[in-house]
C-alpha cells in the first residue's frame, strides 16, 4: 500500500466529490458522528430487491473522510445488502488504493460505518 | 540575555526525532514539554523520599510532607495567594472549576438566578456552569465576542451584568483566540454588580505574571502541566473567606480533625478540601516547575512568546488564502496563533504537519461555540509556542503550509 495517503485520486474525490446532496426519496437515511475530528456524514441510500439502487451523502470534513465518502458511495451502488454487511476495513482499503494508518482510519471508515447503521436501521424497519 | 538555544538543552524531548525531522513542538496550549530540572525533581523523590504525606512519623515522610507543603507556598507566592490555606490542589483546571460550581455554586445558586460566562470559553468553563445552571433552574448568560471575533464584547459584558449574575466566570487567556482579557477591570466591573468571579487561568500561567490580590478574583484555576510541572495536578485559588464557608466535595483521609461514628470535625484550611492521599509527586514537580519559571523570569517568557507570534503573525500574512483568527495585537496575545487554509481541512493540514516533524492542533480545540463562529468546518488549526520555540521553528511551518498548499492545488 503506497505511503502518502494523500494521493492524486484523493485530493481530486474530496474537491470533486461524487454523489453529494439528498435522495428526497430514500428508504433509509443515517448520521455518523467522528469524535476525534467533529467530523460528519449524512447518507441516503435508497434500496430495491435487496440491492442498493441509490445513495447520496452530505456531511463536512477531511480529505479522507470527505474523498472516501465519495469513493465508496460509488463502490456500494449495485451491490447487496448481504455484501454490505461483510464490508469492513480492508474493503476501504481496497477502495481507496492506500492505507490510512490507525490514526487516519476513522476518517476513511466513516461513511461506510454511516452506510452501515443505514442498512441496519432499514433492515430492523422491515 | 534571552538565549533559547541554552533553554532547548533543558529540554530532553526536543532533541528527538518525528518521521526523520527533529521534533517542533507548536501544541504548548495543549500541554508544556518538561524540563530535566523537574524530570529529576519527580526522580529524586522518588528514589530518595517516596512516601505518604501529613502522618508518617519517620524522617523521609517528614521530607515528603515538607515538600508538599513547600510546593504550595511557592504557588502561593507565584501567583500572590494571601496564604496557603488559599491554595486547593486538584487534578486539573477542570476539576478547580468543577468544585466550584458543585461547592460554591450549588451552595449560592438558587432559581431564576444568573450565572455569566462567555461564548468563548472552553468546556471546562462552560459545562460545569451550564449544569449547575440547569440544576438550580437558574439562567446562563454570555459575554459576546467583539464584532472582530477578536476578543470579549465589553459592551455586552455591561448589559449581561445588569442581571446581576451571583457568579460570572471567564477565561484569562482564550485557548483558540489566544486573546487576553482584561480580568482585572472585568472583576471589577463584577464586584460592583455583586458578582463572585471565577478565572479560568489554565492558558495564562504558563506564562504571564498573576497577582490574585490585584486582580481581585475571588477563584483562580489552573494546571502545572501547562506550566511545564506534571500532569494530573491542578490548582485552585479561593478566597479564604470562601472557602471558610464552604464544605468539602469528597470525605475521607486527611480532611477531618476528629471523626466519631455520628460526626465530625473538619480539617483546616487547605486540607480539608484533600480527601485521600494526593498526587505528592505532583506537587514536588510543580515545585521544580515554579523554579524553573522563576529562573528564566515569567516576563521574559512572556516577551519571547510576543516575539514568536508577531513573527508568526507576520510571516504568515503574506500567505494567500490563509486565515488567522483572534487578531494581530501580540501585546495582548499569548503565544496562541489560529488558522484556516481556504479549502483544506484542519486535520488535514494538521496531519501533512507532522508528516515535516511539526506537532499542532486541530480540531475545535474543547471550546465548540466560538470555533463554530469562527469556522464553517467547526474546526481550525493551531500553533503555540513557549519559551523553548524558535523563529526558525515558525519558518519550519511556514514551508509545511506551502508544501501542503500545493498538494491541495491551492494557489
Known amino acids: ?75 456500494i451502488k449495485g451491490k447487496s445488502i448481504k455484501e454490505i454487511e461483510e464490508y469492513n476495513v480492508d474493503t476501504v482499503k481496497n477502495i481507496l488504493g492506500m492505507d490510512p494508518g490507525p490514526v ?22 422491515k | 540575555m534571552y538565549d533559547v538555544n541554552k533553554i532547548r538543552e533543558d529540554f530532553p524531548i526536543l532533541k528527538i526525532k518525528v518521521n526523520g525531522k527533529k521534533l517542533v513542538y507548536f501544541d504548548n496550549a495543549a500541554t508544556a514539554q518538561k524540563p ?24 523521609i515522610a517528614e521530607d515528603a510532607t515538607a515538600r508538599y507543603i513547600e510546593s504550595k507556598t511557592k504557588f502561593a507566592k507565584f501567583i500572590n495567594a494571601g496564604s496557603i490555606e488559599e491554595i486547593v490542589y486538584t487534578r486539573n483546571t477542570t476539576e478547580a472549576i468543577n468544585f466550584v460550581a458543585l461547592t460554591y455554586g450549588n451552595k449560592v445558586i438558587q432559581k431564576g438566578d444568573h450565572i455569566l460566562i462567555s461564548e468563548a470559553e472552553h468546556h471546562s468553563n462552560l459545562l460545569p456552569w451550564l449544569w449547575l445552571a440547569k440544576r438550580k433552574k437558574a439562567h446562563l448568560d454570555y459575554i459576546k465576542l467583539n464584532k472582530e471575533k477578536t476578543g470579549l464584547d465589553i459592551e455586552s459584558l455591561k448589559t449581561q451584568l445588569e442581571k446581576k449574575p451571583k457568579i460570572t466566570a471567564v477565561f484569562h487567556a482564550s485557548n483558540v483566540l489566544g486573546s487576553v482579557n482584561d480580568i482585572k477591570y472585568i472583576t471589577r466591573l463584577a464586584h460592583k454588580n455583586n458578582s463572585t468571579v471565577l478565572i479560568d487561568g489554565a492558558q495564562s500561567i504558563p506564562n504571564m505574571k498573576i497577582d490574585v490580590k490585584d486582580i481581585g478574583c475571588d477563584f483562580f484555576a489552573a494546571s502545572a502541566h501547562k506550566m511545564m510541572g506534571p500532569a494530573g495536578i491542578g490548582i485552585l485559588f479561593a478566597k479564604k473567606s470562601i472557602l471558610n464557608n464552604i464544605n468539602p466535595l469528597f470525605g475521607g483521609g486527611e480532611m477531618v480533625k476528629q471523626v466519631n461514628k455520628y460526626s465530625c470535625t473538619l480539617n483546616d484550611l487547605p486540607w480539608r478540601f484533600e480527601s485521600g492521599t494526593q498526587n505528592i509527586e505532583g506537587a514536588i514537580g510543580l515545585a521544580s516547575a515554579i523554579d524553573y519559571i522563576n529562573k528564566i523570569g515569567i516576563d521574559n517568557i512572556k516577551k519571547h512568546e510576543q516575539n514568536l507570534v508577531k513573527y508568526a503573525f507576520d510571516e504568515l500574512s503574506s500567505i494567500k488564502n490563509l486565515e488567522i483568527f483572534g487578531g494581530n495585537n501580540e501585546k495582548n496575545k499569548v503565544g496562541i496563533i489560529s488558522f484556516a487554509i481556504n479549502k483544506i481541512h484542519p486535520h488535514d493540514i494538521a496531519y501533512l504537519f507532522d508528516k515535516e516533524g511539526i506537532a499542532i492542533r486541530a480540531g475545535h480545540h474543547c471550546a465548540m461555540p466560538v470555533v463554530s463562529e469562527l469556522s464553517k468546518e467547526h474546526s481550525i488549526s493551531r500553533m503555540s509556542f513557549y519559551l523553548y520555540n524558535t523563529t526558525q521553528e515558525i519558518d519550519a511551518a511556514v514551508n509545511a503550509i506551502n508544501k501542503i498548499k500545493n498538494k491541495f492545488n491551492i494557489q
Open chain 1, 1 to 75: 500500500m503506497p505511503y502518502d495517503i494523500y494521493a492524486e485520486k484523493i485530493i481530486l474525490n474530496y474537491e470533486h466529490p461524487h454523489n453529494k446532496g439528498v435522495l428526497k426519496d430514500a428508504d433509509t437515511r443515517f448520521k455518523e458522528y467522528n469524535q476525534v475530528c467533529g467530523d460528519e456524514i449524512e447518507v441516503y441510500i435508497k434500496i430495491n430487491n435487496k440491492k442498493i439502487k441509490d445513495i447520496k451523502f452530505i456531511g463536512r470534513g477531511c480529505a479522507i473522510s470527505m474523498a472516501s465518502a465519495s469513493m465508496i458511495t460509488d463502490f
Open chain 2, 36 to 59: 530535566l530540572q523537574v524530570i529529576n525533581g519527580i526522580k529524586y523523590y522518588y528514589e530518595n523520599y517516596n512516601s505518604n504525606i501529613h502522618r508518617g512519623m519517620y524522617k
Open chain 1, 104 to 125: 487516519r482510519m476513522k476518517c476513511a471508515t466513516l461513511s461506510l460505518r454511516a452506510i452501515k447503521e443505514a442498512v441496519e436501521k432499514y433492515k430492523l424497519e
